[in-house]
């Protein structure tokens, strides 16, 4: 028989019998890059009392744990900027000592990791996703309006030289990605970091037709294996990611693609928001407000229940939609709700 969703021993579970394991808990909505997928150049940010602090954060996180969750990846906006992010760092890696969490990591920017790689490492992190898009400095500078690739660079340098595994996520963008995929191919893995490529997603007002950016990665695909041969494998991170081998590197690349071929059958993922919301799909408007409770002393039971029904509302998939001229179906930015 099929448990009920988020039913007790079993860990949460979702209504199509799906065991959710993974939690994507953003800290922060800001970011010190404004990439033109992510954000709009001119952003209004959340006031500090509508983000949930780090111990309400960090509470919550524990509550996942207990409840099944054996993977947490911090993310943002930018994770780093957070004031005090180390707190939760060291309150999280208690559930690794204890093995309660099997993985604890984050995705960021770069930007801020030659201050904060030896402290992560220190405090159980053991392998990191970095978002570059771009090895040109003008084109660097002109996806993230303003950013520094000089930059990024030092921090995935600090990051391996703290012993980190990093992997690369490079956004697949129109009238660019194509011409520099070779080169990202190469940087990455002569320094034994694998490479992830994923299609825009159509989340939140950027200022930009999401179909003047889009490149599908089957053709992106096509365009690698006219230089490199691919050979499948069935490696998987705990992500959407399907990976291949590049057998004249030996490297590994990924491919995360929300369009072409929908990753949705074994989800098993969810994210809570900086606010407080608890979003069970990205690609879904469901939200369920754990803030308010938090904040209206309610116990952990009556947290862990209200998690619990959430996973009774899990959809099978998403709604991403791509069309000429279309406001985004979900009007949420991926910065809000963190990737």
């Avoid at 394991?21 to 010190?32: F, K, M």
């Avoid at 994770?79 to 559930?95: K, M």
């Avoid at 940087?187 to 989340?203: K, N, V």
């Avoid at 309610?298 to 229940?305: K, L, M, P």
């Amino acid at each position: 028989m099929m448990p009920s969703p988020g039913s007790g021993g079993c860990g949460l579970i979702d209504r199509f019998g799906r065991r959710v394991s993974y939690l994507r808990l953003s800290v922060t909505d800001r970011c010190d890059l404004r990439c033109v997928y992510c954000m709009s150049e001119d952003m209004t940010f959340r006031s500090r009392r509508d983000i949930l602090t780090l111990e309400e954060l960090a509470r919550l996180a524990h509550l996942f744990i207990a409840r099944g969750i054996d993977k947490v990846r911090i993310t943002g906006g930018e994770p780093l900027v957070r004031q005090g992010i180390l707190d939760l760092f060291r309150s999280l890696s208690g559930s690794l000592r204890d093995g309660s969490l099997r993985e604890l990591t984050l995705t960021t920017n770069g930007t801020q990791l030659s201050r904060f790689a030896d402290d992560l490492a220190r405090l159980g992190v053991r392998r990191i996703n970095v978002s570059l898009d771009t090895l040109d400095p003008d084109r660097f500078r002109q996806l993230t309006r303003g950013g520094s690739l000089t930059q990024v660079l030092s921090g995935i340098e600090a990051a391996r030289e703290a012993g980190l595994a990093v992997k690369l996520n490079a956004v697949a963008l129109k009238d660019g990605t194509e011409e520099e995929i070779d080169d990202l191919i190469a940087f990455a893995h002569t320094r034994g970091m694998a490479l992830s490529l994923i299609e825009t997603m159509p989340l939140g007002d950027v200022g930009a037709d999401r179909l003047d950016q889009y490149l599908p990665l089957d053709l992106l695909r096509q365009r690698i294996e006219a230089r490199w041969t691919l050979v499948d494998v069935p490696m998987r991170s705990g992500g959407p990611a399907r990976y291949a081998r590049i057998l004249e590197t030996g490297g590994l690349i990924g491919f995360i693609t929300p369009h072409t071929h929908n990753f949705c059958a074994d989800c098993n993922r969810v994210r809570v928001t900086a606010a407080g919301t608890l979003h069970t799909c990205l690609g879904h408007e469901d939200a369920t407000d754990l803030k308010a409770i938090l904040r209206d002393s309610g116990s952990d039971d009556e947290i862990v229940r209200v998690i619990d029904e959430a996973m009774g509302r899990k959809p099978i998939g998403h709604s991403f939609v791509l069309q000429r001229g279309a406001s985004p179906v979900i009007p949420r930015r991926m910065s809000e709700t963190g990737g």
